[in-house]
């Protein structure tokens, strides 16, 4: 018998990668294509859309052939994809009506800004579990809808489809044949109620977004269609979907109520499995849905840090420190410690919990003895302290400790950062073997549900630690230092 593999598919924000998953849950191909940005004015990003599809297909071809296999060899496929991004499209003709409206887009903030102010913040976080804010796709959907020529009206008569980049790859996969999304990716639109897991009448209405145009939502693990005979040798099903903060929590098998992953990328998004309940954050974190499975809905809290690895990245082109993103970790480690000197990268305001949109960043405490390698201490220090206040946030909401940290994402190769990290939390961090997390968890979705794999226990066992960072400093010695962080925080927020 030829083994036998699944077919994860991972749509990024700049970037299409295609991975192929034994039953090990061991890579054992990858592709990967980046794409265009389009900014056509301050604060737009758009992508085009058959772009993303084309990429999206070209790397799955690509990762098929590299491994020298058949695509018959193709059990399934899972998707994974950069959440709220906005695509509206034509359902006879299956063109976009426009391009896609990514999330980092803020051209409807100040839309945003007259529902908070007519006090919608709290009807709406109750039911979705979301701040009112630009990110999302529901006010996306509503600017196509006020500014491209006769689609609403369109709309309205059902001739239109809205889907975030899952629902676009499953229709263009399926040739048409499939409108859906899931419970991770509904639930960022801003359109979705956590609670009952379907659309929202009242928010559709406030929005004036007509409910034809949305897809149906499904579990995570579903048979969302298969693909049509034009694209592969065989009809292959597609079984998995979610979206890639919550797919990458399902890959750490981070499946018990209290455990938390950090992703270290661009920015660190960290979110916590709340179990079967719905915890209102008190502390300005997003309340989301997890994911759906065998009946059952796991939530989760969720706070996005927007610089983390940005700032290695930072130091590396624009103050030309050095001349890879790994070199961080030496020449922070040639000094014993940060001399003093604290950085906070605010370059584009800050995340949860602080939410200031407007502040800038600062490097706080230079002496005549500052030396590069302070600064870059600082700057990966920075990443640390903006993961342990989204993390102690989380705590004070969840009312319990939480007591380890999966992680993954680029920067968590970073041993300094990692050891940095345990400390300033007094909290065991966990590297495993596969950091692909978020394509890992798209094929876990995807393959459970075709019993590639027989239960979720099955998976739980196949997690592997590569290197567990625990802490060597005590709070008395740590604790200064989160004062002096704070300071810094204090004096461009305050
Ligand atoms: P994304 O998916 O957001 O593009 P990645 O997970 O690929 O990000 O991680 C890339 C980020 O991690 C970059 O910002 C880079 O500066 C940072 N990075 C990569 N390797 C290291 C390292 N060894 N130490 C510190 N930062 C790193």
Redesign the pocket.
């Known amino acids: 018998m030829k083994e036998k593999y699944i077919l994860a598919l991972d749509q ?4 299409s990668r295609a991975i192929i998953y034994d039953k090990q849950g061991k890579i054992r191909s990858f592709a990967q294509k980046e794409f265009t940005q389009y900014f056509p004015k301050p604060g737009y990003v758009e992508h085009d859309p058959q772009e993303i599809y084309s990429s999206q297909i070209t790397v799955a071809a690509e990762a098929i052939t590299k491994m020298r296999i058949h695509d018959l060899s193709i059990e399934a496929i899972g998707i994974t994809n950069q959440r709220e991004t906005t695509i509206i499209w034509d359902r006879k003709t299956g063109k976009p009506v426009y391009n896609a409206i990514v999330w980092q887009d803020r051209r409807t903030s100040s839309y945003c800004d007259q529902l908070k102010a007519s006090g919608y913040q709290e009807l709406i976080r109750q039911k979705t579990g979301l701040e009112i804010d630009a990110y999302f796709s529901g006010t996306k959907i509503k600017w196509i809808m006020d500014n491209v020529p006769g689609v609403r009206k369109k709309a309205e008569k059902g001739a239109l489809a809205f889907g975030t980049v899952d629902s676009w790859l499953i229709w263009n996969l399926t040739n048409g044949r499939k409108h859906l999304t899931d419970v991770s990716n509904a639930s960022r639109t801003m359109l979705f109620n956590i609670h009952t897991l379907e659309w929202d009448v009242e928010l559709l209405n406030l929005l004036d977004i007509p409910a034809a145009i949305l897809p149906e939502v499904k579990p995570n693990s579903f048979q969302f269609g298969v693909t049509d005979s034009l694209i592969f040798s065989k009809k292959i099903p597609i079984t998995g979907v979610a979206g890639d903060q919550q797919a990458a929590l399902f890959g750490q098998m981070c499946i018990h109520k209290g455990m938390v992953k950090n ?5 660190c998004f960290i979110m916590l499995n709340t179990g079967q309940e719905v915890i209102e954050s008190k502390n300005r974190l997003l309340t989301t849905v997890g994911w759906q499975l065998n009946g059952e809905t796991t939530y989760a809290l969720e706070g996005s840090v927007f610089v ?6 930072w130091l ?1 082109d624009e103050m030309g420190f050095f001349r ?6 030496k020449l922070a480690a040639s000094v014993e410690d940060n001399g003093g000197v604290y950085f906070v990268p605010a370059f584009t305001g800050l995340g949860a919990p602080y939410w200031s949109q407007d502040v800038r960043g600062t490097i706080f405490g230079i002496t005549r003895g500052t030396s590069k390698a302070h600064i870059v201490r600082a700057a ?1 220090e920075s ?1 640390a302290f903006q993961s342990y206040d989204v993390i102690k946030a989380m705590e004070q909401d969840a009312g319990f400790k939480i007591e380890k940290l999966r992680v ?7 041993d300094l ?1 990692m050891q940095i990290q345990a400390d300033v939390l007094q909290t065991n961090v966990q590297r495993p073997e596969v950091v692909e997390s978020t394509s890992l968890g798209a094929a876990y979705f995807a393959g459970l549900q075709i019993g590639f794999w027989s239960d979720v226990s099955e998976i739980e066992s196949q997690w592997q630690m590569e290197k567990e960072f625990v802490a060597e400093k005590s709070t008395d010695e740590l604790q200064p230092m989160i004062d002096q962080w704070h300071k810094a925080v204090n004096m461009i927020t305050k």
């Not at 992703?263 to 920015?267: E, N, S, V």
């Open positions: 990024g924000t700049t970037s992703t270290y990328g661009t920015g983390g690895g940005a700032v290695v990245q590396r890879q993103a790994a070199s961080s970790e990966l990443i993954d994402g680029g920067a968590s190769a970073n950062l």
